[in-house]
């Protein structure tokens, strides 16, 4: 009998606890629902912002500040019970006609409040020790904050939101962090100052707390937001904002963070294209072939002719003009990007002076739409090309632009008895090979990697977890593997050569690559704007970073002008001395 009334309490009980908690999820999908159809913002933010003081851009630093720290951390605002763009926007009409920082204060505090109570947090761990990024909330002694107003901020740190995010998450088995529930507003090309201005705080704050290099940056992140709200605010059409976004963009220091869907950009820089393809050799810009061969006799360049000068500007100062709209991780990345682009224009034809044998020239160079000049051709990949073939005599040279993850059976048992191997990451492989690739050249279990990744349940901490290994295997091939890299080595790329490098006798050269290793997390801002990060950091196991340094060749070896002229691929040509002198 006893246990028959136990088990009927511990029914009513379970009974009562489920209705309690039906009760609590219908109320939080009432407030699902009602974000969900909030749109009185959906044409617009109804902000026009004046003149701008030193004081209103700290009041503007400071919102958006606390806008982002609210997001990330607060209990309501995480879990998506409101929609926090426009609830940004509903705030700011009061926030903009406070008098003094006692009224912002109050204010503030005021409205932090009305999002509900901050429950204890009981799961809530301290910031690892070891973590490579602390999170930073120095601004909370800034901006002289009142003592209330930081000790709230404070409990809502010490109780921060656990578990599920509604606007960032992690990628499984990956630790990058995926930015949820941001709508890109596409329709709006030209936003408003209140959505330009959005823009600006849900960068900002998903590199603060979420971008785990955030700390090999040149910049001070702290300071950007500061030094970017006047140029997000007078940006005065389409163009100028999206100019001022990739300049932005370009502060993290991150080859990943390249822009899309910014079409007036993209046409301002110019939508005609010159026949010559062209890189930086020995520092200098230079012709280094025609996208089509059959227009290689028409345009007055030949391959090897160094520009001097394009538009009447000499090559360092378009270099000066323009690299703050090429985020890229270094230097050497940054000029092949601008490369790309460096003849570009609106107009037919363009003025070139040049360099050649000596002799100075000059001529109009005709311009033409990308198909028409075979721009295109340079990303274009031949489904016939061979992932591998034997070079030398008996070398094998595998091409990772063109393999399949089915090939590597294939070349394992082609390997045997051939003199060496030389992998060509001079590109982007085709599929990714990085793991059961580097197996085939090591005799044993190593590790080549670890990462840093980021924590959502403590917004701006960055700490190390797993290593990458490669198996390795007893039937190993043990002569030289030569592995080439150069700056258009990037991100999977970058990997692949790391886990070569772990091969029992591999030897890199080249120089130094792209430096944004690690996958990539999309970011996406008002306008229909798209952008990327290196989500997870990438080191050697010895601590050595690989962002922004990238993979640095053991034998560093550079084309030459007068081997573009030659036609001949002198990297190659040094993998192939090198095996060779092993005879």
Not at 142 to 160: A, C, H, K, M, V
Request: charged share 20%; net charge positive.
């Amino acid at each position: 009998m006893v246990r028959k009334l136990t088990l009927l309490m511990l029914s009513l009980l379970f009974s009562c606890s489920l209705l309690s908690a039906e009760s609590a999820n219908d109320g939080q999908q009432d407030k699902l629902k009602s974000v969900l159809s909030d749109i009185e913002y959906h044409r617009g933010s109804n902000i026009s912002l004046p003149v701008l003081t030193e004081r209103k851009i700290e009041n503007l630093a400071l919102l958006g500040k606390v806008w982002g720290f609210l997001k990330y951390h607060h209990p309501g605002v995480a879990s998506g019970q409101y929609n926090w763009d426009y609830e940004l926007f509903r705030f700011f009409p009061r926030y903009q006609a406070v008098d003094n920082n006692q009224q912002r204060n109050a204010l503030l505090s005021n409205w932090i409040s009305g999002l509900g109570a901050v429950a204890i947090c009981k799961a809530c761990v301290a910031t690892a020790k070891n973590a490579v990024i602390k999170p930073d909330l120095n601004w909370l002694g800034s901006y002289d904050l009142s003592p209330d107003l930081r000790q709230q901020l404070t409990f809502i740190y010490e109780n921060r939101h656990q578990g599920k995010q509604h606007y960032v998450g992690t990628i499984f088995d990956v630790g990058n962090p995926e930015f949820l529930n941001e709508n890109g507003y596409r329709d709006m090309t030209y936003p408003d100052d209140g959505y330009r201005l959005l823009a600006l705080y849900r960068y900002w704050n998903m590199i603060h707390y979420f971008f785990p290099s955030k700390h090999l940056s040149d910049k001070n992140w702290r300071g950007v937001l500061e030094q970017y709200i006047p140029k997000f605010v007078i940006a005065k059409s389409q163009l100028e904002y999206q100019q001022v976004a990739v300049q932005l963009f370009s502060e993290i220091d991150d080859s990943h963070a390249y822009p899309n869907g910014v079409f007036a950009f993209q046409d301002w820089k110019g939508q005609k294209f010159p026949p010559v393809q062209l890189e930086f050799v020995q520092g200098k810009l230079v012709v280094v072939g025609h996208y089509k061969t059959e227009l290689s006799n028409k345009t007055g360049l030949k391959t090897g002719d160094q520009i001097t000068k394009i538009a009447g500007k000499t090559i360092e100062q378009v270099i000066r003009a323009n690299q703050k709209f090429y985020p890229a991780s270094n230097k050497a990345r940054r000029l092949y990007n601008m490369s790309i682009d460096m003849m570009r224009s609106n107009d037919q034809s363009i003025k070139i002076h040049y360099v050649r044998e000596g002799r100075n020239g000059e001529l109009m160079l005709k311009l033409g739409e990308p198909d028409e000049v075979g721009f295109f051709s340079r990303f274009a990949r031949d489904e016939q090309a061979k992932s591998f073939e034997l070079i030398a005599g008996n070398i094998g040279y595998i091409n990772l632009r063109h393999i399949k993850r089915k090939e590597i059976k294939v070349i394992k048992a082609k390997l045997p008895g051939t003199r060496g191997v030389i992998i060509d990451i001079r590109n982007y492989p085709r599929q990714f090979v990085a793991i059961s690739l580097a197996n085939l050249f090591s005799g044993t279990k190593k590790e080549f990697a670890k990462f840093t990744t980021v924590n959502i349940n403590n917004p701006g901490e960055v700490v190390f977890s797993d290593a990458a290994t490669i198996s390795g295997s007893a039937q190993s091939y043990q002569n030289k593997v030569i592995v080439i890299v150069n700056e258009i080595s990037q991100s999977q790329a970058e990997y692949t050569a790391m886990a070569l490098q772990a091969g029992d006798n591999t030897t890199v050269i080249g120089s130094t690559t792209s430096g944004a290793d690690g996958n990539i997390s999309k970011i996406v801002l008002p306008g229909g704007i798209i952008t990327a990060i290196s989500g997870i950091g990438v080191y050697y196991p010895d601590g050595r970073q690989t962002q922004r340094i990238g993979i640095v060749p053991d034998v560093m070896i550079r084309p030459t002008i007068s081997g573009i002229k030659a036609g001949t691929d002198e990297l190659l040509e040094k993998a192939i001395s090198l095996i060779e002198s092993d005879r």
